[in-house]
């Protein structure tokens, strides 16, 4: 996959921002005197790589640009002509998005430098700050450089000639950055459509000058390469050797030997008595006679067990481990549950109808990104792999599993760095024990690509607005902030733990979901909704599950509570016409969140409160209801399968809007879809009245 899918976000973009310097203004006529490019990744720019270098134009430079650039003929007459240039400025670009000012004019004339050198031309992928200062502020009286440097407080070094104009740029796109967050373009593909629309409104009153096509964004893109689905519908858990096999420290390199041969296996875990456990492999063994010779032998495993073992949480997708096991270059990694037990050992024998290609390692990067930039790069990254597993057939449910579970651990990444942050300014570590928790879809593990921030910690002990709950408003602050810059923006409806309703003391969340359920008002509802939903996914988890459990104790015993929730799942009305077509928005959208999946999954949440069935997606509460005797089996069997084909629809829009930079919603176009999926969708939408059905005969 290229550096750069068009979902990164400005934030991790690599890029080259460039700057030429011509004999004249007309592109048809023009030749270049300079060229100036300098790398950049997202803001921050790499001053130790640029490309700075004077070309020979063959003619006479005019005096008047002479004026403006300071280059005459004198400088250039020993300079190298374009055609010996054009090599190493082709490997300084390569593949990647090129950024500028006016930038068509510059690609005009690299563009027919090109065709004068006989060199085969390939328009980049591009982004223009003039057209993104107009989109972040649009009714700013000037967009020439010295304009826009002036408005965002940019200092300028040599100006008019091309690295330092290129430097100017550079510093303008890293300023803009923020402010075109605020107006919801976080990602390349959604810069490049808000030039795409500036370029096509200039040039229809360019009045014939030259111009350079914007770019479409998917004739650069590669998605990920065609992958094996296994490990995304997978759990470590179905795949592991369990019970792991465990020795004394006390035993000797003979001893382990003797069991490597006796249960033909690759290796042992060897207790540490500190408490933990390390890990003797076959390979270790080999090592040390080689070392040491038949005396190897004799040596207790305590001395030479590997350590720490390196583990991974058996409900993690199989994709991940192998990751984990591809970056760190392991062979063999420890399985733990909840509580930290080592319960299970992954080995090559266990992944080895795998393909660890460069697809499935995506799944350890966000998991081990050094910093926000890293952290962006690495989640650009989801959308391609979501493509990539819809087009290998995998479910749509599983593959909304597959992207909430990275928001979680994408989530628990921006917990850690934010702790990083604290400390780096004095702040300390956290000053008790705490858990952060993400709510909602992600929460369920139904989450898709539209996904804002619902998020929340609970902290072992502390008062409101005291030292600890001071600590943990700041942590939130940096967490939420990374969030929002590596792509999932902050929470329309502050559900958020910046937000204090939101962030409490371990007493604080029983009290607050006791208010919740007593006062029973529309927006306690909604509130008490999506917290039923929470998911720890760093710190303390039993802080975050003790607050969840209290939710579903207090609410099973809360008839009138789950009745309101009742009437509220109920509530959907379906998106059909008179004659049974999908009514339609102003943009000939149906949101189909609103109309078939929130119906549905609310239900599940309320029946799942009612019966006490502790589970937290969609299907395993309503199975688990099932299992009671609640409703017949097939009205269960008919929401499950509702649910899958309204979530494919949707994250089929989803990628679509995602490549073309359309703000992703919830809402989908049933005209661009293909005419048997949209049967589907249609058939799926008309048994959401199941739900409704379940929740209000007396069965919630």
């Known amino acids: 996959m290229v550096a750069n899918a068009y979902s990164t976000p400005l934030s991790a973009l690599d890029a080259v921002v460039l700057d030429t310097e011509t004999t004249g203004l007309d592109a048809r006529t023009a030749r270049l005197v300079q060229i100036g490019a300098v790398r950049i990744h997202g803001e921050r720019i790499d001053e130790t790589d640029v490309f700075d270098v004077l070309v020979n134009p063959g003619t006479p430079i005019p005096p008047e640009s002479t004026k403006v650039h300071g280059i005459a003929d004198s400088d250039v007459a020993g300079a190298p002509r374009f055609a010996e240039v054009e090599p190493k400025l082709t490997a300084f670009l390569g593949a990647s998005v090129i950024v500028g000012h006016t930038l068509t004019f510059d690609m005009a004339m690299l563009k027919r430098e090109f065709g004068l050198a006989d060199r085969p031309w390939r328009a980049p992928r591009m982004l223009d700050v003039r057209w993104l200062a107009r989109v972040a502020s649009p009714t700013l009286a000037h967009y020439d450089l010295d304009g826009l440097c002036s408005w965002l407080g940019v200092s300028v070094e040599g100006r008019h000639t091309g690295l330092g104009d290129a430097l100017a740029t550079a510093r303008v796109f890293g300023a803009l950055i923020p402010l075109l967050r605020q107006r919801n373009i976080r990602t390349f ?137 591809t970056r760190l270059n392991l062979r063999h990694l420890g399985v733990r549950n909840d509580a930290g037990e080592l319960v299970g050992a992954l080995t090559p024998r266990n992944l080895l109808r795998q393909r660890a290609t460069s697809a499935i390692v995506l799944g350890d990067e966000i998991d081990s ?119 999932v923006p902050l929470c329309k409806g502050g559900v958020m733990a910046t937000n204090p309703l939101w962030r409490h003391s371990l007493e604080g969340w029983y009290a607050q979901v006791d208010g919740w359920v007593r006062r029973q008002n529309p927006q306690d509802l909604l509130n008490v909704d999506i917290f039923f939903d929470g998911v720890p996914v760093h710190g303390d988890h039993a802080l975050g599950e003790a607050a969840w459990a209290h939710a579903y104790r207090v609410g099973a015993r809360a008839p009138d509570f789950v009745k309101l929730l009742a009437v509220h799942a109920g509530d959907g009305k379906p998106p059909f016409t008179l004659f049974g077509g999908l009514r339609t928005d102003e943009k000939g959208r149906v949101d189909i969140k609103k109309h078939g999946l929130m119906p549905i999954f609310t239900a599940a949440r309320a029946l799942s409160i009612r019966h006490d069935v502790r589970e937290r997606a969609t299907p395993a509460r309503l199975r688990g209801v099932q299992a009671k005797g609640v409703g017949a089996p097939e009205e269960y069997d008919a929401l499950v399968a509702a649910q899958a084909a309204i979530v494919g629809a949707m994250l089929a829009q989803q990628l679509a809007d995602t490549e073309q930079g359309v703000p992703l919603s919830t809402r989908v176009n049933p005209d661009g879809i293909p005419k048997k999926a949209k049967a589907a969708l249609i058939e799926a939408l008309k048994k959401v009245s199941i739900a409704a059905d379940l929740v209000t005969e007396g069965r919630a």
């Not at 030479?304 to 994709?319: M, Q, R």
């Not at 952290?375 to 599993?401: C, F, H, I, N, T």
Request: charged content about 25%; overall charge negative; hydrophobic content about 45%.
């Open 369 to 487: 990104a050094p910093d926000v930039a890293v952290l962006g790069r690495a989640w650009a990254k989801l959308a391609p792999m979501a493509a990539s597993l819809l087009e290998e057939d995998v479910e749509p449910l599983v593959v909304a599993q597959v992207i909430s579970s990275e928001i979680c651990i994408l989530t628990r990444r921006a917990a850690q760095l934010a702790e990083a942050r604290m400390a780096a300014a004095s702040k300390g570590g956290p000053p008790v024990r705490y858990c952060v928790m993400v709510l909602g879809s992600a929460g369920r593990g139904e989450s898709l690509l539209a996904a804002d921030q619902d998020n929340a910690i609970v902290y072992e002990k502390g008062e409101r607005d005291g030292p600890e709950d001071a600590w943990f408003a700041e942590l939130a602050g940096h967490m939420t902030t990374i969030l929002d810059t590596v792509g």
């Open 189 to 325: 593909a959604e810069a490049a459509a808000a030039c795409r629309r500036i370029t096509e409104n200039e040039a229809r009153g360019s009045g014939g000058m030259m111009v350079v096509e914007a770019p479409v964004i998917g004739d650069q893109q590669q998605t990920l390469a065609r992958i094996d689905s296994f490990p995304y519908r997978h759990r470590v858990r179905d795949v592991m050797t369990a019970p792991p096999l465990t020795i004394e420290p006390t035993q000797t390199v003979g001893d382990a030997v003797a069991l490597l041969a006796e249960r033909k296996i690759s290796s042992v875990f060897v207790r540490i008595p500190e408490g933990g456990h390390g890990i003797f492999t076959e390979r270790d063994v080999l090592r040390l006679l080689h070392e040491k010779g038949a005396e190897a032998l004799a040596i207790e495993l305590g001395a030479v067990a590997a350590t720490p073992l390196v583990t991974v949480h058996e409900n993690a997708f199989v994709y991940r481990a192998i990751g984990r096991m």
